[in-house]
Nanobody, 128 residues
Framework: QVELVESGGGSVQAGDSLRLSCDAS????????MGWFRQAPGKEREFVAS????????YYADSVKGRFTTSKDAAKNTLYLQMNNLKPEDAATYYC?????????????????????WGRGTRVTVSS
């Protein structure tokens, strides 16, 4: 079992930045893929970004490319999402996810099958 705990959400204005963190614990191994999803009210959960814990390869949704960066601190088992130039449409609950299949699978597969572990989420509000 892997436990994921997100932090760093909050309320910001358009154009501001936020950094989310996800602390992983439990039976976590470097073979996992880890990433971020988000879900706005009334919308489906969508992929945001992922990273290969072993190789560091990253993948992004087109909507966040150039603005968001995901990274990891392997020594701390912590995943980050740096979000710059936030837009009102970025407002959502952001979830940390991990899987046995790798970072590309988090991007390619539906959330229900691509991710095996989920955090509880952290809320991001962006006002215009």
């Amino acid at each position: 079992q892997v436990e994921l705990v997100e932090s760093g959400g909050g309320s910001v204005q358009a154009g501001d930045s936020l950094r989310l963190s996800c602390d992983a614990s439990g039976h976590f191994t470097p073979a996992y893929g880890m990433g971020w999803f988000r879900q706005a009210p009334g919308k489906e959960r969508e992929f945001v970004a992922s990273i290969s814990w072993t190789h560091g390869d990253t993948y992004y949704a087109d909507s966040v490319k150039g603005r968001f960066t995901t990274s990891k601190d392997a020594a701390k088992n912590t995943l980050y999402l740096q979000m710059n130039n936030l837009k009102p449409e970025d407002a959502a609950t952001y979830y940390c996810a991990a899987n046995y299949l790798g970072a590309q699978a988090l991007q390619a597969l539906p959330p229900s099958s691509g991710a095996h572990f989920w955090g509880r989420g952290t809320r991001v509000t962006v006002s215009s």
